[in-house]
């Protein structure tokens, strides 16, 4: 009986340049805020069209991978929550309502999330997270410190090694951004570095229970901050 030799895939023009420019992307040959490679010189490299080059840089951008700015380019970014974000601002328009049910979900999760990287604790973790404490102490403004105490649960997130975790939290960064600015403005950033310090020792120490009791009224101080 003759062998009738498999067919080979065929693979589109775009997914062909969705894989060439993912993987440009994932080897870190480009920094976040780099533009990309132009449309001709994508055109010259894989062959395809200019509308296929077009609709791959739409999907990136639905991907939270990059930003087309019409005029200069398309400038990649490091930030994959950007979806749910945008998705999140759209079901919840007003600001105030963000703002509160935001926080509310982070009660949720990040007591969870704080419990694990106990559990995970390096010494490298510790220096690193110490070291943002110390920095939002140094810090001159509210942007800069609020940027740090980001900074320090993103950290918390990755030490727990879950990217879901991590990308949720991600994911409400920005609306983060504003709530962490009102209370700074509302009480200033010393009581969170409090916070975030007891929050650091009970994870140095590998104590599970305590860091998941110290996230959680650190999330209560902050929603109370808020006036909500």
């Not at 060439?20 to 395809?48: C, N, Q, T, V, Y």
């Amino acid at each position: 009986m003759t062998s009738v030799p498999k067919a080979t895939p065929r693979v589109s023009p775009s997914e062909r340049a969705l894989s060439h420019l993912s993987a440009l992307i994932d080897k870190k040959d480009l920094r976040p805020g780099e533009l990309l490679p132009s449309e001709r010189k994508l055109m010259a490299e894989l062959g395809i069209s200019r509308v296929v080059i077009r609709e791959t840089m739409k999907k990136l951008e639905q991907r939270g991978l990059v930003r087309i700015r019409h005029g200069i380019g398309v400038e990649l970014l490091d930030h994959p929550g950007l979806p749910v974000e945008e998705t999140i601002n759209r079901a919840l328009p007003e600001t105030q309502d963000r703002l509160r049910q935001c926080a509310q979900a982070r009660q949720f999760f990040e007591p969870e999330i704080a419990a694990f990287a106990a559990t995970r604790v390096t010494p490298a973790a510790v220096r690193k997270l110490s070291g943002l404490i110390d920095l939002m102490k140094a810090a001159t403004t509210v942007d800069e410190a609020a940027n740090l105490d980001i900074a320090f649960h993103d950290a918390i997130a990755e030490l727990a090694g879950n990217k879901v975790l991590l990308l949720m939290l991600q994911s409400i960064a920005e609306i983060g951004r504003i709530s962490r600015a009102i209370t700074m403005c509302r009480v200033g950033s010393e009581r969170a570095c409090i916070q975030h310090t007891k929050i650091l020792e009970a994870i140095a120490a590998g104590d599970s229970e305590s860091a998941r009791r110290a996230m959680k009224k650190h999330l209560e101080s902050a929603l109370s901050d808020l006036g909500f």
